[in-house]
């Protein structure tokens, strides 16, 4: 019972935010211009002196999974677990276009599940044999979503206790994180240190 | 049956007044830095054009010819622009502590309203400290320093306003940027401060997030 990523998409369809807990292949990062700024710095496009953008302070002690160059391959996974998105090609995506294609996969279901049932029926999740995907939408616009592995039951619960914790302090009270805007994701230390804080805490990781 | 404390049942039976609802508060300082920074840059450059029309009517002498921007230069134009940001930086903080020296006022007015005159500037200060950071932000100061002659040093370790403060561009940026969100309770003490008859100056300085100290110069015939 683990949790593989997280992913956090605003209203402008656009994903502001990324971080991952165990992948088999770590990202690719995204293309110049991919993705919006702040999302994550495992994926963002390496500036163009060829150097990698500043390492943040915050490197979880436990996380043997990922460095800041995003090249160590994960070791001692449990059962090999083809990370989802990997199965669509046989090379790696980049991760803009990983991001984006999350995104479709969650709109196209919603809006068939809006159709199929009428406008009080949400798509929460939905499984396959190795994974499952849990989302959470605010009323706001911005989609939560999470991939664990296929046993684990109910994570829109934590989902939405992330809401209302780390984003709520650490996004909408922080004065230097701009919500609405269209070239900026959200990342910022404390955010991530609490995310990590409250997913570890969690009697189904690991 | 053992009666309970003293100042627990005094706590219940008197509650310290609150005066600051802490979400509104962060969120109206988050629009009152944007605002202010969008209205500092309208004023500047409207300023700047009528100095230049007054320049070409001939009524002020024409401004110095601007530094060429020689592009091999790195330095001359870097430092320009760093003056520039520097004196909107200031006139944002400015108008911000200006502002939270009108609240900081009316806060003294509620606050002193049921209580004895204050007997020199060290009791006034330890008003400061207990009452008005309570009502303001929910603690008491950490630490309190004086010389005795004038100059106080109060220090936060974990000054409300800035607890929220993190950056994707790492702690330094962070940092920089938190400078001009203590300029408004900078100016609340100043003004309840100023209210209550002891006119100073108070700098805040952040060392590292979210620990904050100001210090009080005050006037030392008190």
Known sequence: MTIYSLYIYDRHCACVYYQDWHRTKQPKRAGEGGILNAVSQAVSPLTPDGAAPTPSAFTSPRNTLSSTTGLVVAIGEDPPVQDPVEHARSSTLPFDEEAKLVYGVILSLRNMVKKLSGRDEQFTSYRTSTYRLHLYETVSGYKFVMLSDAATEGLRFVLRQIYNGPFLDFVVRNPLVPMDSQVQGIDNDYFRASIDRLIRGLSVFN | ?222
Not at chain 2, 46 to 53: L, N, P, S, T
Not at chain 2, 87 to 95: G, M, P
Not at chain 2, 115 to 120: G, K, T
Not at chain 2, 196 to 212: A, D, M, N, R
Request: proline letters at 7%; charged letters at 25%.
């Open chain 2, 1 to 222: 049956m053992q009666p309970a404390p003293a100042n627990a049942l005094s706590t219940l039976a008197d509650p310290p007044t609150r005066m600051v609802d802490g979400a509104v508060m962060d969120y109206f300082l988050i629009e009152a830095v944007n605002a202010l920074r969008v209205s500092s840059a309208v004023a500047a450059a409207r300023a700047k054009k009528i100095e230049r029309d007054m320049a070409e009517a001939g009524l002020l002498p024409p401004p110095p010819p601007a530094k060429q921007q020689n592009p091999r230069d790195s330095t001359s134009s870097t430092t320009g622009k760093i003056m520039g940001s520097v004196e909107e930086e200031e006139s944002i903080r400015s108008r911000l502590e200006a502002i939270g020296m009108h609240v900081g006022g009316n806060f003294a007015e509620r606050l002193c309203r049921d209580r004895s005159l204050f007997s020199d500037s060290l009791d006034a200060i330890k008003f400061v400290c207990k009452e008005l950071w309570v009502s303001c932000w929910d603690k008491q100061v950490d630490n309190l320093r004086t010389n005795h002659r004038g100059v106080y040093v109060l220090q936060d370790n974990a000054f409300k306003p800035i607890a929220r403060i993190s950056s994707w561009e790492g702690r330094q940026e962070a940092l920089r940027r938190a400078k001009l969100y203590v300029a408004l309770p900078a100016g609340i003490i100043r003004g309840a401060l100023s209210r209550i008859g002891f006119h100073g100056t108070v700098v805040p300085e952040i060392t590292t997030l979210p620990q904050c100290t100001f210090q009080i110069k005050l006037p030392k015939n008190t």
